[in-house]
């Protein structure tokens, strides 16, 4: 039996504020998982990515930053898509002093 099947049966032996409970901690897991996005050691210092590429999201946040359009982007970088910048957005939203710092600290350099 897989996992999604144990989950669903259990779930009719739960009380109303155990899946509450159950629907929050899902949401707690799903809040740090940004599709699109990942962090792998050795690639880019590990910082966050658009997967396919080693377009690291600060780059794309800084570019915005200095008024390069969403248009812009994507011509300059062809292995893009718009879900990619979306995904990048939704990460900077989240992640906002994280990737100041990854600017800052790459801007020096």
Request: proline letters at 6%; charged letters at 25%; aromatic letters at 4%.
């Amino acid at each position: 039996m897989g996992a999604l099947a144990k989950v669903e049966a259990l779930l009719g032996d739960l009380s109303r504020a155990e899946k509450m409970q159950l629907l929050r901690m899902v949401v707690q897991d799903l809040d740090e998982v940004f599709p699109g996005i990942e962090s792998t050691p050795g690639v880019c210092g590990g910082e966050p990515c658009i997967v396919r590429t080693r377009i690291p999201v600060w780059v794309l946040e800084q570019a915005r930053r200095l008024g390069t359009s969403e248009e812009d982007l994507l011509r300059n970088y062809p292995t893009l898509r718009a879900a990619d910048l979306a995904n990048a957005w939704a990460y900077v939203r989240a992640h906002p002093l994280e990737i100041q710092e990854q600017i800052r600290s790459n801007e020096a350099a």
